[in-house]
Nanobody, 125 residues
Framework: QVQLVESGGGLVQAGGSLRLSCAASGRLFNINAMGWYRQAPGKQRELVAAITSGGSTNYADSVKGRFTISRDNVKNTVYLQMNSLKPEDTAVYYC???????????????????WGQGTQVTVSS
């Protein structure tokens, strides 16, 4: 129904930068919040940053001042600019979107969480 396609991951040295992108497509009616989560080996998935449709943002304490989340509501795309990367930022990064599908007749779909397939970010020391 909704597809999230991520790009921009890769290998970078400590102190370097990467920019992740995530484009949403499908039977979209509206997208509420969009965000980025990450999961390192042996750890739980955690919120990195989130942004509402109005542009309000929220960051994990560990990335404040280094990462910036933004979105293009026309393109249904969310970005994560990651600067001053550290080895502890190494993880699989997942895009998330709370989206509402286009109505089917008179049926109004409730918001639902969609996830991307994940993109690997590796920061070498």
């Amino acid at each position: 129904q909704v597809q999230l396609v991520e790009s921009g991951g890769g290998l970078v040295q400590a102190g370097g930068s990467l920019r992740l992108s995530c484009a949403a497509s499908g039977r979209l009616f509206n997208i509420n919040a969009m965000g980025w989560y990450r999961q390192a080996p042996g750890k739980q998935r955690e919120l990195v940053a989130a942004i509402t449709s109005g542009g309000s943002t929220n960051y994990a304490d560990s990335v404040k001042g280094r990462f910036t989340i933004s979105r293009d509501n026309v393109k249904n795309t969310v970005y994560l600019q990651m600067n001053s990367l550290k080895p502890e930022d190494t993880a699989v990064y997942y895009c998330n979107a709370e989206a509402i599908l286009r109505p089917s007749g008179s049926y109004l779909y409730p918001p639902y969480d969609y996830w991307g397939q994940g993109t690997q970010v590796t920061v070498s020391s």
